[in-house]
């Protein structure tokens, strides 16, 4: 099994940046996909971000070209880096491994990831 550990979240004023963590345990094996994901109070869990076995990323059309994911093997952590935050931003993130993956078929739904982190809250304010 795969434990993760969300870091990083707070508060900012809109337009600023954070940068979420996710550092990853157990046994993730070689070929691990990983992601981001995000739920506001009342509101579905929305995928965010997503990194494959190869590097390939995928975004919500929401956060495209304001965040990055990024993927630091070695370390087996995952960054988000989220830049011109807005409120709407605002949610309780968490991050998703699937182990024995290379490839994501929806890499931004939920059904495919194994393990889940508790979450770091983003809150943005106007």
């Known amino acids: 099994q795969v434990q993760l550990v969300e870091s990083g979240g707070g508060s900012v004023q809109a337009g600023g940046s954070l940068r979420l963590s996710c550092a990853a345990s157990?046994?993730?094996?070689?070929?691990?996909?990983m992601g981001w994901f995000r739920q506001a109070p009342g509101k579905e869990r929305e995928g965010v971000a997503a990194?494959?076995?190869?590097?390939?990323?995928s975004y919500a059309d929401s956060v495209k070209g304001r965040f990055t994911i990024s993927k630091d093997n070695a370390k087996k952590t995952l960054y988000l880096q989220m830049n011109s935050l807005k409120p709407e931003d605002t949610a309780m993130y968490y991050c998703?491994?699937?182990?024995?993956?290379?490839?994501?078929?929806?890499?931004?739904?939920?059904?495919?990831?194994?393990?889940w982190g508790q979450g770091t809250q983003v809150t943005v304010s106007s």
């Open positions: 990194v494959d076995s190869l590097g390939s990323t």
């Open positions: 157990g046994n993730t094996g070689s070929d691990y996909c």
């Open positions: 998703a491994a699937a182990v024995l993956c290379w490839r994501l078929r929806a890499p931004l739904g939920r059904a495919e990831y194994h393990s």
